[in-house]
């Protein structure tokens, strides 16, 4: 079955460490988010990409970065961890316009 | 801007009572309108959509009606079971995006007692 996993899924990192969280799907999607979801704030959207070499801003991008060299992949880096980042982080993908997203299990990040 | 609001949780309820969580939105034109959930310590998936006025979504005995008039998407189930214990999200998808982003609402606990 097509599937959509994230790696790690757990981690502890210092202030100021680079963090990438790795995402990866096999549906083919074309659309890929990454969101982080915080207690009394739901889901915020970070960066999302329509296709290979498309990546764009979403409502909390400072501090994040990805990259889309192919279809299956989407890394989120944290250049410089802060502990504002310390969250749980969602990968999704979708393969239409029709808003069903297919969301990974998360990551749980932890920045001391 | 567009934006989505849910009611305040934890909402505890005892097994086989009637669900209301409430869902507002503000949004230009015609938005489409989901429901998804968050089962613990997985990720999200989504329960139903709408995506016109006076639609009707419904899956696994969930239901949510696309009301214009209240701008609402109340989610309801008629008898509720100690495995509907989650998080509920409500969502919305502009009507002029053509990209597929959603914006979400702050979710909402819901738990179930036997």
């Known amino acids: 079955d097509a599937e959509i996993t994230q790696s790690p899924r757990h981690k502890i990192t210092e202030t100021g460490r680079q963090v990438t969280l790795a995402c990866h799907q096999t549906?083919?999607?074309?659309?890929m988010f990454w969101y982080r979801q915080d207690l009394g704030h739901g889901l915020r959207l970070i960066h999302y990409?329509?296709?290979?070499?498309?990546?764009n801003k979403g409502e909390v991008s400072d501090g994040y970065s990805v990259s889309r060299s192919n279809t299956e992949d989407l890394p989120l880096t944290l250049e410089s961890a802060a502990s504002s980042q310390t969250s749980v982080y969602f990968c999704?993908?979708?393969?239409?316009?029709?808003?069903?997203?297919?969301f990974g299990e998360g990551s749980r990040l932890t920045v001391l | 801007g567009n934006s989505v609001t849910q009611m305040e949780g934890p909402v505890t309820l005892s097994e086989e009572a009637f669900l209301t969580i409430n869902c507002t939105y503000t949004?230009?034109?015609?938005?489409?309108l989901f429901w998804y959930v968050q089962y613990p310590g997985e990720g999200l998936q989504l329960l139903l959509k709408?995506?016109?006025?006076?639609d009707k979504g419904s899956n696994k005995g969930f239901e949510a009606t696309y009301r214009k008039e209240t701008t609402s998407f109340h989610l309801e189930k008629g008898s509720v079971q100690v495995s509907d214990s989650a998080v509920y999200f409500c969502?919305?998808?502009?009507?002029?995006?053509?990209?597929?982003?959603?914006?979400f609402g702050q979710g909402t606990t819901l738990q179930v007692k036997p």
């Open positions: 999704a993908s979708s393969n239409t316009n029709t808003g069903e997203l297919f």
């Open positions: 549906w083919n999607h074309n659309n």
């Open positions: 990409s329509y296709g290979v070499q498309d990546t």
């Open positions: 949004a230009t034109g015609y938005p489409s």
């Open positions: 709408a995506t016109k006025a006076d």
């Open positions: 969502a919305l998808k502009s009507s002029s995006s053509n990209t597929g982003k959603l914006i």
